[in-house]
């Protein structure tokens, strides 16, 4: 009989990590990492990676352990967190990220690898059109991808596009080999706030990362020669710094920025893993998370 392995999925400042660190604790195991931008070292404030005193005794691993240089990719880092997984006997995955936890529940078709040339030559687009726009130019040569991104989701928007120019196929038929649903040998459950609280959590959140040191977090990482990194990769907030300006005035548009890419990452969700349990931090205890994963005394 294959053993159960288990999942805390959601949205950013849902509270996962917090179930996680709980549901680790019950099955005497350990929380593994699988957001792409908490694996990488150097940010740790503005990418929530949980600090020693956030982990209460309870063993963490993938967490700032990749250096920034790193190119992220959903099969490759996949690997990797599988990899993670194996060094704890009873893993606890934690992750908002439903593009790498496709890779690494391996669900995705190998893509191609696109050169470092094409990925830059479409930042420069998106620097100096805008997302709407490639989003657009992204209608017309994939009308079925574009219609399944948000025309301000800079990030996918780019990298469909780059698959394009590197492949000259359309993204849609590259990713048509995506299974959905969660697998037969995973306990999988989403932490789904309502709205009003996700959007709340959200800005106590952001304010914190800022009275923690965002700002100088991302200073020190320019100054380490890694701000063409942090433009490459664009972890959620950091260009905001990066850009510059006031920092109340900074904390406001990275505050709006993670509403909407929260919004999306539930519907994504609930979309793609149709039937999965859900757990509303603010409504339901423990004892009903658990009991929703099999795992209730």
């Known amino acids: 009989m294959v053993a159960m392995k288990f999942a805390i999925l959601g949205p950013t400042a849902s509270g996962k990590s917090t179930l996680a660190l709980e549901v680790a604790r019950r099955l005497g195991g350990g929380v593994v990492n699988g957001d792409p931008f908490q ?10 990676q949980p600090s020693r005193a ?3 005794g309870v063993p963490h691993l993938g967490y700032g352990l990749l250096p920034m240089s790193t190119q ?14 194996a060094e704890v006997v009873q893993p606890v995955l934690v992750t908002g990220s439903g593009l ?11 893509l191609p690898e696109v050169s470092p040339q094409v990925v830059a030559h ?6 100096a059109l805008g997302a709407p726009r490639l ?5 017309g040569v994939d009308p079925i991808r574009a219609a399944e991104l948000h025309p301000n989701d800079g990030s996918r928007i780019q990298r469909a596009l780059a698959l394009h ?6 993204p849609s038929e ?12 995973w306990s999988a459950l989403l932490v789904l706030p309502s709205r009003e609280q996700q959007r709340e959590r959200i800005e106590r959140r952001v304010r914190a990362m800022v009275e923690q040191g965002w700002q100088e977090e991302v200073q020190r990482a320019v100054d380490n020669g890694h701000a063409e990194d942090l433009r490459r990769l664009r972890p959620l907030g950091y260009a905001h710094w990066l850009e510059g300006g006031p920092a109340r005035s900074i904390e406001a548009r990275i505050t709006l920025e993670t509403q909407a890419y929260a919004k999306r990452q539930s519907t994504w969700f609930r979309n793609q893993l149709p039937g999965i349990a859900t757990w509303d931090p603010d409504a339901e205890t423990l004892e009903q998370a658990f009991g929703k994963m099999g795992l209730a005394l």
């Open 39 to 48: 694996a990488l070292q150097g940010l740790a404030i503005g990418t929530g």
């Open 54 to 56: 956030d982990q209460q």
């Open 72 to 85: 992220l990719h959903p099969v490759g880092f996949g690997t990797q967190v599988r990899q993670w997984l």
């Open 100 to 110: 790498y936890l496709r890779g690494i529940w391996e669900q995705l078709d190998e």
């Open 122 to 127: 479409v930042r420069q687009w998106h620097q």
């Open 135 to 139: 989003h657009r130019y992204l209608s």
């Open 165 to 170: 120019l590197a492949t000259g196929k359309r």
């Open 174 to 185: 590259l990713l048509s080999g995506v299974k959905k649903g969660v697998p037969t040998d």
